[in-house]
T-cell receptor
Framework: KQEVTQIPAALSVPEGENLVLNCSFT??????LQWFRQDPGKGLTSLLL?????REQTSGRLNASLDKSSGRSTLYIAASQPGDSATYLC????????????FGTGTLLAVQP | SAVISQKPSRDICQRGTSLTIQCQVD?????MFWYRQQPGQSLTLIAT?????????ESGFVIDKFPISRPNLTFSTLTVSNMSPEDSSIYLC????????????FGPGTRLTVT
């Protein structure tokens, strides 16, 4: 059974720091992996999607990597800002559209001004 | 990408009543998904709704408690029936993109509090 874990559960950093969020999974047979951001009491915003054949994706200050052999994905945030404060969730899909997303436990990020 | 709207955005309901949540997508999609997020928890899939067929429910969720309608390719409703305080959660509607990437998009959520 696929399990997805995110470490750390919570993280507090001063503004301007670069930081890395981790996502681990137990089964390397994945279709893709998606990183989301969730503000308190709100829905999810898709940040980056990495297909199983890709190693990384970049969007602005965000960079996500995928290493299937080690069962890991990382989300790198450069030059963090207070507006980055949110919960970050990774979710992986094991097949095509008929397969559900399996969500990680989430990392609550607070960027202090 | 897909733009998803949900109504209501939040509600406070009394125990024993029912609430119907609406989800509207700006494009036609084959499958719509309903998720629940309990306080402090990650997301759990309730059911998958295909147009023209019965919804498929995940383990632990039943149709009598969470009836779903899917009348067309852009709209779905989820009803939370006979509510108890344990149903207090954020309920989210979601769709998967139609390209091979199957990128998933989520609505803004409905925050439900049951008193």
């Amino acid at each position: 059974k696929q399990e997805v874990t995110q470490i750390p559960a919570a993280l507090s950093v001063p503004e301007g720091e670069n930081l890395v969020l981790n996502c681990s999974f137990t089964d390397s047979a994945i279709y893709n992996l998606q990183w989301f951001r969730q503000d308190p009491g709100k829905g999810l915003t898709s940040l980056l999607l990495i297909q199983s054949s890709q190693r990384e994706q970049t969007s602005g200050r965000l960079n996500a990597s995928l290493d299937k052999s080690s069962g890991r994905s990382t989300l790198y945030i450069a030059a963090s800002q207070p507006g980055d404060s949110a919960t970050y969730l990774c979710a992986l899909r094991t097949g095509g559209a008929t397969n559900k997303l399996i969500f990680g436990t989430g990392t609550l990020l607070a960027v202090q001004p | 990408s897909a733009v998803i709207s949900q109504k209501p955005s939040r509600d406070i309901c009394q125990r024993g009543t029912s609430l119907t949540i609406q989800c509207q997508v700006d494009s036609q999609v084959t499958m719509m998904f309903w998720y629940r997020q309990q306080p402090g928890q990650s997301l759990t899939l309730i059911a998958t709704a295909n147009q023209g067929s019965e919804a498929t429910y995940e383990s632990g969720f039943v149709i009598d408690k969470f009836p779903i309608s899917r009348p067309n390719l852009t709209f779905s409703t989820l009803t939370v029936s006979n509510m108890s305080p344990e149903d207090s959660s954020i309920y989210l509607c979601s769709v998967a993109g139609t390209t091979d990437s199957y990128e998933q998009y989520f609505g803004p959520g409905t925050r439900l509090t049951v008193t």
